[in-house]
């Protein structure tokens, strides 16, 4: 059992920066990667970001490329997606998602990002 929570969404103008967050906690010992999600009105959720647990590989929806950065901190449990110059289009909830050598996905409950002016 994995649980996730997410923090740091929040309305911000477009240019903005946000951080989120995604504190784990339980049998976090077979993790195979990490990766953030995204879901807006009307649309699928569809994914953003990825890391491998060993932290060699990362890898971003064009769309993002170049302003979004996705990190992980062992020592706090805990996985970030910093989001820099951000666009209205960027407006969703964000799910980040942890998945395990045994096949298991464990999702974190979401957090809204609003991107307005």
């Known amino acids: 059992q994995v649980q996730l929570v997410e923090s740091g969404g929040g309305l911000v103008q477009p240019g903005g920066s946000l951080r989120l967050s995604c504190a784990a906690s339980g049998s976090i010992f077979s993790i195979r990667g990490m990766g953030w999600y995204r879901q807006a009105p009307g649309n699928q959720r569809e994914w953003v970001a990825s890391?491998?647990?060993?932290?060699?590989?990362?890898d971003y929806k064009d769309s993002v490329n170049g302003r979004f950065t996705i990190y992980r901190d062992d020592a706090k449990n805990t996985l970030y997606l910093q989001m820099n110059s951000l666009e209205p289009g960027d407006t969703a909830v964000y799910y980040c998602?942890?998945?395990?050598?045994?096949?298991?996905?464990?999702w974190g409950q979401g957090t809204q990002v609003t991107v307005s002016s």
């Open positions: 998602k942890y998945r395990t050598y045994s096949g298991a996905d464990y």
């Open positions: 890391i491998a647990s060993g932290g060699g590989r990362r």
